[in-house]
């Protein structure tokens, strides 16, 4: 029993020692260095044309595969036509597009500058989490009355949650563009006389530019309410009774 309590306690003293110092320290100077990233060229490009990538490959001939294998065909797989009857001579053959310039490249910009955005991303929410934990342990047993204090600790979790739950939904957000983009090459290697296609990729490429610079923006403005609303109620959070100090664990 003895050694969990030292346990506990040596976790308690390393969050708490680590905690402090994101606070006090890492997150005034992350918000400096995102402020600094929001001034770079890379994220104030005037005409977003610039951004563009052109999208350009042979259309080869379509391969065919059949459902044979080493020179023995399989069990012929049937389908149906339109008008419902069964095609028996069918042989489960599909046409397959194999591009000649091999993989099709995605819009390199962005791409470089999604590979600069994600971590900072990741770290928000790893060190919202420390953060949170930290004020979670030291949130005091149930008691009736006095809780003002503990209210306090209870918002501050509450707007860590909300923060880490908002970053990751920009990691969702990139997902979404990568899926969405390919769906739409997809279809310019399939109708590459459609032009609305190419438009359309172009109008996907703008928009994701412009949500990655609101998300570092948002990133900044993160650290800035979580630094200002902790250091407002350090006093409370720390010792959220007067009279208490034993915490719930």
Aim: with cysteine; aromatic share 6%.
């Amino acid at each position: 029993m003895s050694s969990l309590l030292k346990v506990d306690s040596e976790l308690k003293a390393k969050v708490s020692c680590s905690a402090e110092n994101l606070v006090a320290n890492f997150f005034p100077q992350k918000l400096i260095d995102l402020d600094h990233f929001l001034e770079e060229n890379i994220l104030n490009v005037s005409d977003l044309k610039e951004i563009h990538s052109e999208i350009q490959f042979q259309l080869p001939d379509p391969i065919r595969f059949t459902n044979s294998h080493d020179g023995v065909d399989m069990k012929p797989m049937k389908r149906k036509l339109e008008d419902g009857v069964i095609d028996g001579n069918w042989r489960g053959e599909t046409e397959m597009l194999v591009m000649p310039e091999g993989m099709m490249k995605c819009n390199a910009k962005l791409m470089d500058l999604i590979e600069r955005v994600k971590p900072e991303i990741r770290t928000l929410i790893e060190k919202c989490n420390t953060v949170k934990m930290w004020i979670q342990l030291l949130i005091p047993r149930i008691e009736d009355g006095n809780n003002f204090g503990v209210s306090i600790q209870e918002e501050t979790v509450a707007e860590l949650r909300m923060v880490e739950s908002e970053a990751a939904s920009y990691l969702d957000q990139i997902s979404r563009y990568y899926i969405t983009r390919a769906q739409l090459v997809s279809k310019i290697t399939k109708y590459p006389h459609v032009e609305d296609y190419r438009r359309t990729v172009s109008e996907i490429d703008e928009k994701e530019y412009i949500s990655l610079r609101i998300i570092v923006s948002e990133l900044r403005n993160q650290y800035v309410a979580l630094h200002d609303m902790i250091l407002k109620n350090i006093e409370k959070i720390k010792k959220p009774r007067s009279s208490n100090s034993e915490a719930l664990y």
